[in-house]
């Protein structure tokens, strides 16, 4: 069985090391021998200092390959700040995006792939030998896309930042006008995602962010196409239980697209290509023909639920049959 997965950062790795558990602890031969294939968003990719940060990829490298810190869930295990408390003696900036040691050697080694030629796959590829994840990790795109975000200033006028700025240092707070993933229109998807939708067996949506997580793959030309014309099952995890993003500001992104923070709403968002959704008992579920619904308790409160979780969402997916799907 191929299992072709989208994904964002913690919330998409959580949801994977889930997925992951389950198959691997799984009675079914189909499903232990189960080969999955990741669909990193990258947009979230910032330059800073020199270094090239793939914030989303490496949540699901570390995450998957047991480096992850558990209790922020991002980031390295037994991190210190050597080099971040150096940079702000020499008052470097930015400060607020922390990088710690660890961390940092992720991006020396990604940095000087790419300076020496290197795909982003490539580069991913190079680290992901060392942590071992279980999957084939692929970026979305080896093309440089950088989501930007428009601020209203106070004086009427406009301001863009990076989308990690108004993420990290002004936690999602200012309202945005207009969310854009900067280079997503012209990108290519980098080599074997596409193949990885066609071929797949079942595609899953973790409850990764719909606007900057999911929403910004399905912008890479041809992906959502993909998904449109995969024979495959495409099942999907809200992110919204009971009206809210369990961690982070996803509200703050549906707002600035004009969606309302609902599990249907949020499946409204994937109704060309989705088939399978679950949502959470408090939800009020989306009603749509063709589009199959299940209640479950949403939360990945611990790994045994994470991988109750994606048990069914596999369980789902396996229920449906996707055999016309140009009808
Ligand atoms: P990011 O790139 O690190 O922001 O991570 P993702 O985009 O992959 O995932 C973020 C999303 O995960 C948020 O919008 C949350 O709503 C969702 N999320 C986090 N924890 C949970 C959980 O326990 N259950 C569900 N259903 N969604 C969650
Ligand atoms: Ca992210």
């Not at 990741?38 to 990719?45: G, M, Y």
């Not at 060392?130 to 601020?151: A, S």
């Not at 004009?258 to 009603?287: I, Q």
Request: charge should be negative.
């Amino acid at each position: 069985m191929q299992i072709t997965a989208l994904a964002g950062g913690v919330g998409g790795a959580r949801f994977l090391r889930g997925l992951l558990a389950h198959l691997r602890s799984s009675g079914d031969p189909a499903r232990r021998e189960a080969q999955v294939t990741v669909i990193s968003n990258t947009a979230d990719d910032i330059t800073l200092h020199g270094l090239r940060i793939s914030p989303d990829l490496d949540s699901v490298m570390y995450t998957l390959g047991g480096g992850i810190d558990e209790d922020r869930g991002w980031g390295r295990s037994s991190e210190t700040s050597g080099v971040a408390d150096e940079l702000a003696a020499y008052g470097a900036q930015p400060s607020w995006f922390t990088l710690g040691d660890k961390d940092i050697a992720t991006h020396l080694v990604r940095t000087r792939l790419l300076g020496e030629g290197a795909t982003l796959s490539e580069a991913t590829a190079r680290l992901c030998e060392r942590w071992r994840p279980g999957v084939r990790l692929l970026p979305m795109t080896d093309d440089r896309v950088e989501t930007h975000v428009d601020l209203a200033e106070a004086d009427g006028s406009t301001r863009r930042v990076h989308f990690q700025e108004w993420w990290v240092r002004l936690h999602a707070a200012v309202p945005a006008l207009r969310i854009e993933p900067v280079g997503a229109a012209t990108a290519r998807p980098a080599p074997g995602v596409l193949e990885a939708l066609r071929e797949a067996d079942v595609v899953v949506l973790p409850p990764s962010n719909p606007v900057v997580s999911i929403g910004t793959i399905l912008q890479v030309p041809g992906i959502r196409e993909a998904l449109v014309r995969t024979s495959a099952p495409v099942v999907g995890v809200s992110p919204v239980i009971a009206g809210a993003p369990v961690r982070g500001m996803a509200d703050a992104c549906l707002a600035a697209i004009g969606v309302p923070t609902t599990a249907a709403a949020v499946a409204g968002l994937y109704d060309d290509f989705l088939d399978g959704w679950l949502v959470a008992e408090e939800d009020e579920p989306p009603v749509r023909s063709g589009l199959e619904v299940r209640r479950r308790p949403l939360l990945m409160s611990s790994p045994a639920a994470t991988a109750d979780l994606a048990g069914a969402a596999l369980d789902l997916a396996l229920e449906l049959d996707r055999k016309d799907p140009a009808a």
